[in-house]
């Protein structure tokens, strides 16, 4: 059973277009979060959602849209994509705000050519 | 600004070979330091929460000690499994749930 999944695992887009990440988590945990990773492999929290408000946006450009329907989703919608926004893109969730492990999906590795 | 600084980058280990991995911290106030084993094309994998200084935690062949400025991850015996990135964050107190992450240590352990 896969506790954070993530679609899609690769994507591969042009610059200007929209592209959309999907995150799950059946771990029945109430907060959820977007890190993205770069190619020197550092990771660096964007945004997170604790009972589906939104509790840390990290300088984060506004074309990058966090939506969260329900607790187990929290979805990543990408505006107008740029060369730089290549990376590893990672969900992670944990039970309440602080001093809790967080687990991460498997990443999905977005290329913009 | 709270920052995590870890050392070496790269490690290269013979088989059975112990050593130790450094997570240096600056916090305004530590709420959880956090290390997290990732392999290639993988998200990173929970190992050790550590929350005041003399913890200690331990499994398998780790064992994650904890200090008021750093953090050790020491592995004893190492064999070939356990080549992987290894990554340090902390948790800020006042920062709810931010993780702040080193660079990582890039562990190679040869047969």
């Known amino acids: 059973d896969t506790a954070v999944s993530q679609t899609p695992k690769y994507l591969v887009t042009q610059m200007g277009n929209d592209k959309s990440i999907k995150c799950e988590q059946n771990l029945g945990h109430d907060t959820m979060y977007w890190y993205k990773q770069d190619s020197k492999k550092f990771l660096k929290i964007m945004f997170s959602y604790n009972n589906k408000e939104l509790i840390i946006n990290e300088t984060v450009p506004n074309r990058f849209s966090p939506k969260s329907p329900d607790k187990a989703h929290l979805n990543l919608h990408i505006n107008s994509l740029e060369l730089g926004d290549s990376a590893v893109y990672f969900c992670?969730?944990?039970?309440?705000?602080?001093?809790?492990?967080?687990?991460f999906g498997p990443g999905t590795r977005l290329t913009v050519t | 600004e709270d920052q995590v600084t870890q050392s070496p980058e790269a490690l290269r280990l013979q088989e059975g070979e112990s050593s130790s991995l450094n997570c240096s911290y600056t916090?305004?106030?530590?709420?959880?330091l956090f290390w997290y084993r990732q392999d290639p094309g993988k998200g990173p994998e929970f190992l050790f929460t550590?929350?005041?200084a003399g913890e200690e935690k331990e499994k398998e062949r780790l064992k994650a000690t904890l200090t008021k400025k750093e953090s050790f991850l020491h592995i004893t015996a190492p064999k070939p499994e356990d080549s992987a990135t290894y990554l340090c964050?902390?948790?800020?107190?006042?920062?709810?749930?931010?993780?702040?992450f080193g660079t990582g240590t890039r562990l190679q352990v040869f047969p």
């Open positions: 992670a969730s944990s039970q309440g705000l602080a001093g809790r492990e967080q687990y």
């Open positions: 550590l929350y005041s």
């Open positions: 916090v305004s106030g530590l709420r959880g």
């Open positions: 964050a902390v948790q800020a107190e006042g920062n709810t749930d931010k993780l702040i």
